[in-house]
Protein backbone atom coordinates (compact mmCIF):
# COMPACT_ATOMS: atom_id res chain seq x y z
CA UNK A 1 0.00 0.00 0.00
CA UNK A 2 1.34 3.46 -0.75
CA UNK A 3 1.64 6.06 1.75
CA UNK A 4 -1.12 8.15 -0.17
CA UNK A 5 -3.76 5.21 1.05
CA UNK A 6 -1.95 4.36 4.24
CA UNK A 7 -2.60 8.57 4.89
CA UNK A 8 -6.36 8.57 3.34
CA UNK A 9 -7.08 5.33 5.32
CA UNK A 10 -5.66 6.72 8.75
CA UNK A 11 -7.94 9.49 7.89
CA UNK A 12 -10.76 7.88 7.04
CA UNK A 13 -10.27 5.80 10.26
CA UNK A 14 -10.01 9.31 12.50
CA UNK A 15 -12.88 10.78 10.92
CA UNK A 16 -14.90 7.81 11.93
CA UNK A 17 -14.11 7.76 15.45
CA UNK A 18 -14.58 11.75 15.62
CA UNK A 19 -18.03 10.90 14.07
CA UNK A 20 -19.17 8.09 16.61
CA UNK A 21 -18.04 10.52 19.45
CA UNK A 22 -19.78 13.57 18.19
CA UNK A 23 -22.78 11.70 17.04
CA UNK A 24 -23.74 9.96 20.67
CA UNK A 25 -24.98 12.46 23.32
CA UNK A 26 -23.70 10.06 25.89
CA UNK A 27 -20.14 10.82 25.03
CA UNK A 28 -20.87 14.70 24.40
CA UNK A 29 -22.43 14.77 28.04
CA UNK A 30 -19.47 12.79 29.36
CA UNK A 31 -17.18 15.52 27.39
CA UNK A 32 -18.96 18.66 28.77
CA UNK A 33 -18.82 17.01 32.81
CA UNK A 34 -15.26 16.62 32.49
CA UNK A 35 -14.53 20.10 30.38
CA UNK A 36 -17.25 21.79 33.36
CA UNK A 37 -14.08 20.27 36.20
CA UNK A 38 -11.39 21.44 34.09
CA UNK A 39 -12.65 25.01 33.99
CA UNK A 40 -13.54 24.72 37.94
CA UNK A 41 -10.04 23.46 38.85
CA UNK A 42 -8.56 26.10 36.50
CA UNK A 43 -11.03 28.93 38.82
CA UNK A 44 -9.88 27.38 41.86
CA UNK A 45 -6.10 27.56 41.00
CA UNK A 46 -6.74 31.07 39.99
CA UNK A 47 -7.99 32.40 43.25
CA UNK A 48 -4.84 30.83 45.04
CA UNK A 49 -6.55 27.89 46.66
CA UNK A 50 -5.46 23.94 46.20
CA UNK A 51 -7.66 22.02 43.68
CA UNK A 52 -6.79 18.98 45.17
CA UNK A 53 -9.23 19.87 47.98
CA UNK A 54 -12.23 19.91 46.06
CA UNK A 55 -11.64 16.56 44.63
CA UNK A 56 -11.06 15.24 48.25
CA UNK A 57 -14.38 16.44 49.34
CA UNK A 58 -15.73 15.11 45.70
CA UNK A 59 -14.19 11.88 46.47
CA UNK A 60 -15.70 12.18 50.33
CA UNK A 61 -18.62 12.75 49.14
CA UNK A 62 -18.86 9.49 46.80
CA UNK A 63 -16.54 7.17 49.15
CA UNK A 64 -17.20 8.29 52.64
CA UNK A 65 -13.13 8.10 52.86
CA UNK A 66 -11.86 11.54 54.57
CA UNK A 67 -8.44 11.50 53.07
CA UNK A 68 -6.79 14.32 55.07
CA UNK A 69 -8.37 12.17 58.48
CA UNK A 70 -7.85 8.74 57.02
CA UNK A 71 -11.41 7.91 58.50
CA UNK A 72 -14.48 6.19 56.73
CA UNK A 73 -17.91 7.23 57.36
CA UNK A 74 -20.89 5.91 55.23
CA UNK A 75 -22.86 8.28 56.53
CA UNK A 76 -21.97 10.89 53.44
CA UNK A 77 -22.76 8.36 50.89
CA UNK A 78 -26.02 8.20 52.27
CA UNK A 79 -26.41 12.28 52.58
CA UNK A 80 -24.94 12.17 48.86
CA UNK A 81 -28.10 9.95 47.57
CA UNK A 82 -30.48 11.62 49.62
CA UNK A 83 -29.66 15.16 47.85
CA UNK A 84 -29.71 13.56 44.73
CA UNK A 85 -33.54 11.64 44.65
CA UNK A 86 -35.63 14.97 44.52
CA UNK A 87 -32.77 16.27 41.69
CA UNK A 88 -33.76 12.70 39.59
CA UNK A 89 -37.07 12.51 39.87
CA UNK A 90 -37.49 16.34 38.70
CA UNK A 91 -35.30 15.57 36.10
CA UNK A 92 -37.36 12.78 35.30
CA UNK A 93 -40.47 15.18 35.14
CA UNK A 94 -38.84 17.68 32.47
CA UNK A 95 -37.37 14.63 30.41
CA UNK A 96 -40.72 12.94 29.90
CA UNK A 97 -42.08 16.20 28.65
CA UNK A 98 -39.36 16.37 26.59
CA UNK A 99 -40.49 13.60 24.99
CA UNK A 100 -43.49 15.22 23.95
CA UNK A 101 -41.97 18.40 22.54
CA UNK A 102 -42.77 20.38 25.79
CA UNK A 103 -40.74 22.33 28.33
CA UNK A 104 -41.99 21.72 31.63
CA UNK A 105 -40.43 23.91 33.89
CA UNK A 106 -43.60 23.73 35.89
CA UNK A 107 -41.68 20.72 38.02
CA UNK A 108 -40.77 22.69 41.13
CA UNK A 109 -44.63 23.70 41.23
CA UNK A 110 -45.87 20.40 40.36
CA UNK A 111 -43.09 19.36 43.45
CA UNK A 112 -44.27 21.59 45.51
CA UNK A 113 -47.66 20.46 45.52
CA UNK A 114 -46.81 16.97 45.82
CA UNK A 115 -44.90 18.18 49.34
CA UNK A 116 -47.98 20.09 50.36
CA UNK A 117 -50.84 17.11 50.01
CA UNK A 118 -48.28 14.81 51.34
CA UNK A 119 -47.80 17.07 54.35
CA UNK A 120 -51.38 16.96 54.48
CA UNK A 121 -52.00 13.42 54.66
CA UNK A 122 -49.01 12.82 56.91
CA UNK A 123 -50.94 15.19 59.22
CA UNK A 124 -54.38 13.94 59.07
CA UNK A 125 -53.87 10.38 57.38
CA UNK A 126 -54.97 7.41 59.47
CA UNK A 127 -51.95 6.39 61.12
CA UNK A 128 -51.43 2.81 60.41
CA UNK A 129 -48.08 1.35 59.92
CA UNK A 130 -47.13 0.40 56.18
CA UNK A 131 -50.35 2.26 54.69
CA UNK A 132 -50.30 5.90 56.45
CA UNK A 133 -47.16 6.54 54.39
CA UNK A 134 -48.41 5.17 51.00
CA UNK A 135 -51.14 7.14 50.90
CA UNK A 136 -48.95 9.92 51.53
CA UNK A 137 -46.94 9.08 48.20
CA UNK A 138 -50.06 8.21 46.02
CA UNK A 139 -51.60 11.53 47.29
CA UNK A 140 -48.35 13.26 46.48
CA UNK A 141 -47.98 11.76 43.02
CA UNK A 142 -51.95 12.65 42.19
CA UNK A 143 -51.03 16.21 43.04
CA UNK A 144 -48.14 16.55 41.50
CA UNK A 145 -50.31 14.71 38.04
CA UNK A 146 -53.04 17.26 38.52
CA UNK A 147 -50.97 20.42 38.87
CA UNK A 148 -49.19 19.27 35.45
CA UNK A 149 -51.95 17.82 33.62
CA UNK A 150 -53.76 21.01 34.05
CA UNK A 151 -50.94 22.50 31.48
CA UNK A 152 -51.13 20.08 29.55
CA UNK A 153 -55.04 20.22 29.00
CA UNK A 154 -54.67 23.97 28.40
CA UNK A 155 -51.85 22.97 26.02
CA UNK A 156 -53.55 21.09 23.96
CA UNK A 157 -56.65 22.11 23.78
CA UNK A 158 -56.47 25.84 23.65
CA UNK A 159 -52.36 25.82 22.67
CA UNK A 160 -51.75 28.28 25.76
CA UNK A 161 -47.94 28.00 26.15
CA UNK A 162 -46.91 25.63 28.40
CA UNK A 163 -43.83 27.61 29.66
CA UNK A 164 -45.77 30.92 30.61
CA UNK A 165 -48.39 28.72 32.41
CA UNK A 166 -45.97 26.80 34.00
CA UNK A 167 -44.18 29.23 35.67
CA UNK A 168 -47.02 30.99 36.50
CA UNK A 169 -48.46 27.85 37.85
CA UNK A 170 -45.00 28.18 39.96
CA UNK A 171 -46.14 30.90 41.80
CA UNK A 172 -49.27 29.58 42.59
CA UNK A 173 -48.71 26.63 44.14
CA UNK A 174 -45.97 28.01 46.28
CA UNK A 175 -48.63 30.93 47.78
CA UNK A 176 -51.57 28.17 47.74
CA UNK A 177 -49.03 25.76 49.82
CA UNK A 178 -47.95 28.85 52.37
CA UNK A 179 -51.67 29.79 52.64
CA UNK A 180 -53.26 26.13 53.50
CA UNK A 181 -50.32 25.27 55.32
CA UNK A 182 -50.63 27.82 57.79
CA UNK A 183 -54.22 27.17 58.48
CA UNK A 184 -53.22 23.99 60.05
CA UNK A 185 -53.86 24.18 64.10
CA UNK A 186 -50.41 24.24 66.09
CA UNK A 187 -48.19 25.95 62.48
CA UNK A 188 -46.06 28.68 62.97
CA UNK A 189 -44.55 30.74 60.33
CA UNK A 190 -42.22 28.53 59.60
CA UNK A 191 -43.40 24.73 60.81
CA UNK A 192 -46.38 22.38 61.17
CA UNK A 193 -46.11 20.01 64.66
CA UNK A 194 -44.18 16.93 64.15
CA UNK A 195 -45.89 13.87 61.70
CA UNK A 196 -46.75 10.49 63.27
CA UNK A 197 -44.02 8.18 62.32
CA UNK A 198 -46.76 6.11 60.63
CA UNK A 199 -46.20 8.69 57.96
CA UNK A 200 -42.64 9.16 57.76
CA UNK A 201 -40.25 7.19 54.78
CA UNK A 202 -37.80 5.95 57.22
CA UNK A 203 -35.86 2.83 56.28
CA UNK A 204 -33.66 1.80 59.80
CA UNK A 205 -32.46 -1.00 57.35
CA UNK A 206 -30.67 1.91 54.96
CA UNK A 207 -29.82 4.37 57.71
CA UNK A 208 -28.07 1.53 59.29
CA UNK A 209 -26.21 1.14 56.48
CA UNK A 210 -24.97 4.98 56.07
CA UNK A 211 -24.24 5.57 59.25
CA UNK A 212 -27.82 7.27 60.53
CA UNK A 213 -27.64 9.73 57.56
CA UNK A 214 -31.04 10.92 56.34
CA UNK A 215 -31.33 8.21 53.33
CA UNK A 216 -34.91 6.72 53.16
CA UNK A 217 -37.24 4.45 51.23
CA UNK A 218 -37.55 7.51 48.55
CA UNK A 219 -34.38 5.73 47.15
CA UNK A 220 -36.33 3.04 45.99
CA UNK A 221 -39.41 5.44 45.21
CA UNK A 222 -36.64 6.73 42.71
CA UNK A 223 -35.12 3.61 41.06
CA UNK A 224 -39.20 2.27 40.53
CA UNK A 225 -40.05 5.70 38.96
CA UNK A 226 -36.61 5.34 36.55
CA UNK A 227 -37.87 1.71 35.52
CA UNK A 228 -41.58 2.99 34.89
CA UNK A 229 -40.62 5.81 32.65
CA UNK A 230 -37.80 3.62 30.65
CA UNK A 231 -40.66 1.01 29.90
CA UNK A 232 -43.43 3.53 29.22
CA UNK A 233 -41.26 5.44 26.66
CA UNK A 234 -39.38 2.53 24.78
CA UNK A 235 -42.19 -0.33 25.46
CA UNK A 236 -45.45 0.92 25.38
CA UNK A 237 -47.80 1.80 23.08
CA UNK A 238 -48.71 5.23 24.94
CA UNK A 239 -44.59 5.98 24.33
CA UNK A 240 -44.57 5.93 21.13
CA UNK A 241 -47.65 8.46 20.53
CA UNK A 242 -45.67 10.56 23.10
CA UNK A 243 -43.04 10.30 21.04
CA UNK A 244 -44.97 10.67 18.15
CA UNK A 245 -46.82 14.13 18.91
CA UNK A 246 -43.32 15.04 20.54
CA UNK A 247 -41.57 15.06 16.67
CA UNK A 248 -44.93 15.98 14.57
CA UNK A 249 -48.27 17.34 16.40
CA UNK A 250 -49.97 17.39 12.77
CA UNK A 251 -48.35 14.02 11.34
CA UNK A 252 -49.25 12.68 14.52
CA UNK A 253 -53.20 13.47 14.59
CA UNK A 254 -53.44 12.77 11.11
CA UNK A 255 -51.81 8.83 12.05
CA UNK A 256 -55.25 9.07 14.39
CA UNK A 257 -53.31 9.67 17.52
CA UNK A 258 -55.43 11.80 19.89
CA UNK A 259 -53.10 15.06 20.45
CA UNK A 260 -54.80 16.58 23.18
CA UNK A 261 -54.79 13.68 24.87
CA UNK A 262 -50.98 12.61 24.31
CA UNK A 263 -50.02 16.39 25.95
CA UNK A 264 -52.19 15.99 29.02
CA UNK A 265 -51.13 12.54 29.95
CA UNK A 266 -47.38 13.32 29.35
CA UNK A 267 -47.93 16.58 31.65
CA UNK A 268 -49.45 14.85 33.85
CA UNK A 269 -47.27 11.98 34.16
CA UNK A 270 -44.44 14.51 34.32
CA UNK A 271 -46.13 15.88 37.09
CA UNK A 272 -46.63 12.75 39.24
CA UNK A 273 -42.66 12.30 39.49
CA UNK A 274 -42.18 16.07 40.08
CA UNK A 275 -44.91 15.73 42.91
CA UNK A 276 -43.44 12.29 44.43
CA UNK A 277 -39.95 14.38 44.50
CA UNK A 278 -41.91 16.89 46.91
CA UNK A 279 -42.88 14.03 49.07
CA UNK A 280 -39.58 12.61 49.43
CA UNK A 281 -38.11 15.38 50.47
CA UNK A 282 -41.26 16.49 52.89
CA UNK A 283 -41.43 12.61 54.48
CA UNK A 284 -37.65 11.40 53.89
CA UNK A 285 -35.45 14.49 54.72
CA UNK A 286 -37.97 15.91 57.65
CA UNK A 287 -40.50 14.89 60.08
CA UNK A 288 -42.30 18.14 60.74
CA UNK A 289 -44.55 20.01 57.81
CA UNK A 290 -42.97 22.98 56.43
CA UNK A 291 -44.59 26.41 56.10
CA UNK A 292 -42.51 27.10 52.83
CA UNK A 293 -40.49 30.09 53.03
CA UNK A 294 -38.92 30.10 49.37
CA UNK A 295 -38.64 27.79 46.67
CA UNK A 296 -36.63 24.75 46.92
CA UNK A 297 -34.96 25.10 43.56
CA UNK A 298 -35.45 21.14 42.65
CA UNK A 299 -37.51 21.85 39.99
CA UNK A 300 -35.62 24.45 37.88
CA UNK A 301 -32.28 22.31 38.82
CA UNK A 302 -34.31 18.81 37.30
CA UNK A 303 -34.23 20.69 34.11
CA UNK A 304 -30.07 20.98 34.42
CA UNK A 305 -30.42 16.88 35.14
CA UNK A 306 -32.47 16.48 31.82
CA UNK A 307 -30.64 18.01 30.00
CA UNK A 308 -27.22 16.71 30.96
CA UNK A 309 -29.07 13.12 31.10
CA UNK A 310 -30.24 13.53 27.27
CA UNK A 311 -34.04 13.21 28.78
CA UNK A 312 -33.31 9.50 29.09
CA UNK A 313 -33.95 7.44 32.06
CA UNK A 314 -30.38 5.39 32.64
CA UNK A 315 -28.89 9.50 31.32
CA UNK A 316 -31.08 11.31 34.26
CA UNK A 317 -30.36 8.96 36.70
CA UNK A 318 -26.83 8.94 36.40
CA UNK A 319 -27.00 12.57 36.26
CA UNK A 320 -29.19 13.51 39.42
CA UNK A 321 -26.47 11.65 40.67
CA UNK A 322 -23.70 14.31 39.49
CA UNK A 323 -25.67 17.57 40.28
CA UNK A 324 -26.56 16.09 44.11
CA UNK A 325 -22.69 15.43 44.20
CA UNK A 326 -21.99 18.62 43.82
CA UNK A 327 -24.69 19.80 46.28
CA UNK A 328 -23.76 17.46 48.79
CA UNK A 329 -19.71 18.40 48.58
CA UNK A 330 -20.72 22.28 48.56
CA UNK A 331 -19.89 21.69 53.30
CA UNK A 332 -17.26 19.85 52.37
CA UNK A 333 -15.44 21.99 49.81
CA UNK A 334 -15.96 25.05 52.68
CA UNK A 335 -14.45 23.57 55.48
CA UNK A 336 -11.15 22.92 52.78
CA UNK A 337 -10.84 26.57 52.00
CA UNK A 338 -12.60 26.09 48.25
CA UNK A 339 -15.43 28.87 47.73
CA UNK A 340 -18.89 27.59 47.70
CA UNK A 341 -19.86 28.97 44.13
CA UNK A 342 -16.83 26.75 42.96
CA UNK A 343 -20.40 23.79 42.79
CA UNK A 344 -22.80 26.45 41.53
CA UNK A 345 -20.16 27.59 38.90
CA UNK A 346 -19.23 24.04 37.54
CA UNK A 347 -23.42 22.78 37.47
CA UNK A 348 -23.67 25.81 35.29
CA UNK A 349 -20.55 25.48 33.22
CA UNK A 350 -21.87 21.73 32.75
CA UNK A 351 -25.62 23.10 31.43
CA UNK A 352 -23.62 25.78 29.43
CA UNK A 353 -21.28 23.50 27.42
CA UNK A 354 -24.07 21.18 27.16
CA UNK A 355 -25.16 22.87 23.92
CA UNK A 356 -22.02 22.09 22.33
CA UNK A 357 -24.16 18.89 21.34
CA UNK A 358 -25.85 21.19 18.48
CA UNK A 359 -22.65 22.54 17.06
CA UNK A 360 -21.46 18.94 17.08
CA UNK A 361 -24.81 17.80 15.21
CA UNK A 362 -23.87 21.15 12.74
CA UNK A 363 -20.42 19.68 12.26
CA UNK A 364 -22.09 16.08 11.13
CA UNK A 365 -24.12 17.34 8.90
CA UNK A 366 -21.65 19.65 7.27
CA UNK A 367 -19.48 16.32 6.57
CA UNK A 368 -22.47 14.76 5.46
CA UNK A 369 -22.71 17.16 3.11
CA UNK A 370 -19.61 17.33 2.11
CA UNK A 371 -18.89 13.44 1.28
CA UNK A 372 -22.12 13.21 -0.53
CA UNK A 373 -21.14 16.36 -2.65
CA UNK A 374 -17.29 14.80 -3.12
CA UNK A 375 -19.31 11.37 -4.31
CA UNK A 376 -21.73 13.24 -6.96
CA UNK A 377 -17.92 14.58 -8.46
CA UNK A 378 -16.76 11.16 -8.31
CA UNK A 379 -19.75 9.90 -10.41
CA UNK A 380 -19.66 12.82 -12.99
CA UNK A 381 -16.01 11.80 -13.61
Known amino acids: MSDTKKTAKAAEVKAGVLDAFISSDGAISAFVVILGFLVGTILIAAVGKNPANMYAALLQTLSGWDVTRGVWNSRYIGEWLTASLPLILCGLSMGFAAKTGLFNIGAEG ?19 QGLHWILAVLAGACAGAVWGGIVGWLKGKYSVSEVVATIMFNYIAYFLSRILTRLIPEANTYKTQAFPKTALLDSPLLQRLTNESRLNLGLFIALICCLVYWFIIERTRLGFELRATGFNKEAARCSGIKVTRSITLS ?25 LSGQDGYGFTGIAVA ?3 NSSALGTLISGLLFGMLSSAQPLMQSRQIPKEITQIISGLVVVFISLRAGFRMIIEWRAKRIAAEKRGELDE
Open 307 to 309: LVG
Open 267 to 291: MAIAGAFAGLAGVIVALGSFNYGRV
Open 110 to 128: QYIMGLTVAQFVALYGPQV
